[in-house]
């Protein structure tokens, strides 16, 4: 079955960087397109970052655009995201999704990794 695996997250002080990683196995990656989303205490689910199948398409939320970066390599199964210039509102719940190319909804989830930003 297909399986998203995300890691990468931590505590770290306002202005730092960090970089998620998310393996996805279980289903032909390439063909797939990549996004992460994020969810914080009490609020809902919102996207963060995607990237297209052919890496070519990558698509950022507004408070995002400028400071983080997605990235997939096809090889290793694997998409990042680097995140710089991060601040406290950054704290969340990181989560991968995957979904055939070109659909609408992200049927496939990582369980999350957890994202602090310390003023």
């Known amino acids: 079955q297909v399986q998203l695996v995300a890691a990468g997250g931590g505590l770290v002080q306002a202005g730092g960087s960090l970089r998620l990683s998310c393996v996805a196995s279980?289903?032909?990656?390439?063909?797939?397109?990549l996004g992460w989303f994020r969810q914080a205490p009490g609020k809902e689910r919102e996207f963060v970052a995607s990237?297209?199948?052919?890496?070519?398409?990558?698509s950022y939320a507004d408070s995002t655009t400028g400071r983080f970066t997605i990235s997939r390599d096809n090889v290793k199964n694997t998409v990042y995201l680097q995140m710089n210039r991060l601040t406290p509102e950054d704290s969340a719940v990181y989560y991968c999704?995957?979904?055939?190319?070109?659909?609408?909804?992200?049927?496939?989830w990582g369980r999350g990794t957890q994202v602090t930003i310390s003023s």
């Open positions: 279980g289903l032909i990656f390439s063909v797939y397109d």
């Open positions: 990237i297209g199948s052919s890496n070519d398409r990558t």
């Open positions: 999704a995957a979904r055939f190319m070109g659909s609408d909804d992200y049927p496939y």
